[in-house]
């Protein structure tokens, strides 16, 4: 396991130049386990010690939409949240994650205090993210964007 920590270790300093990336000073005191082999789109049940193994277990065909929420907003934005994932989901593919299951991955990922607080990957990669965003029309807008196949980017119409 200190192999695989250190591992990680050089990893998170090799990505903490892009300005999406967690800070490294909060990987060094995680322990690593193997993560489960469920394929839900919720991730309440396994216990993930990184991003990028919450990541393996989607699709690489297309981006993932990593929705961070506290359970007391569960409620309140639960409706929107489905429908959001409903809109988007021929683009990509959208996966809640209750903060108080995984703390230290949402605070790695300053994904603690705001909710919902989602960060879409590319190709592994954060592309964006939103803080407090519910309203299931702006969430597919501002993120529907960035998930569009070659061809079908967005262009302006000239008059």
Same mark, same amino acid.
């Given at each position: 396991t ?10 998170a300093l ?7 990336a967690p800070?490294?000073t909060h990987?060094?005191? &995680?322990?690593?386990t193997?993560?489960s082999? +469920?394929? !839900?789109?919720? *991730? ?5 010690n990184t991003?990028?193994e919450?990541?393996a ?15 007391a907003t569960?409620a ?23 903060q ?6 949402a &605070?790695?990922w300053?994904?603690?205090?705001k +909710?919902? !607080?989602?960060i *879409? ?17 702006d ?17 302006e119409?000239?008059?």
């Amino acid at each position: 396991t200190i192999m695989k920590t250190s591992m990680t270790i050089l990893a998170a300093l090799a990505i903490s130049a892009n300005a999406f990336a967690p800070s490294s000073t909060h990987i060094a005191n &995680k322990s690593f386990t193997s993560p489960s082999t +469920s394929t !839900s789109t919720s *991730l309440s049940m396994a216990k993930y010690n990184t991003m990028d193994e919450i990541l393996a277990k989607f699709p690489d065909d297309k981006p993932i939409l990593i929705n961070f929420y506290d359970a007391a907003t569960e409620a309140d934005i639960k409706s929107d949240i489905v429908r959001a994932k409903n809109l988007l989901a021929e683009r990509c593919t959208v996966v809640s994650i209750k903060q108080q299951d995984y703390p230290e991955i949402a &605070k790695l990922w300053d994904a603690d205090t705001k +909710s919902p !607080s989602m960060i *879409l990957f590319k190709d592994g990669n954060p592309v964006t993210r939103l803080y407090e965003e519910t309203f299931y029309l702006d969430i597919v807008a501002k993120i529907g964007k960035y998930c569009r196949a070659p061809g079908e980017e967005h262009k302006e119409i000239k008059k």
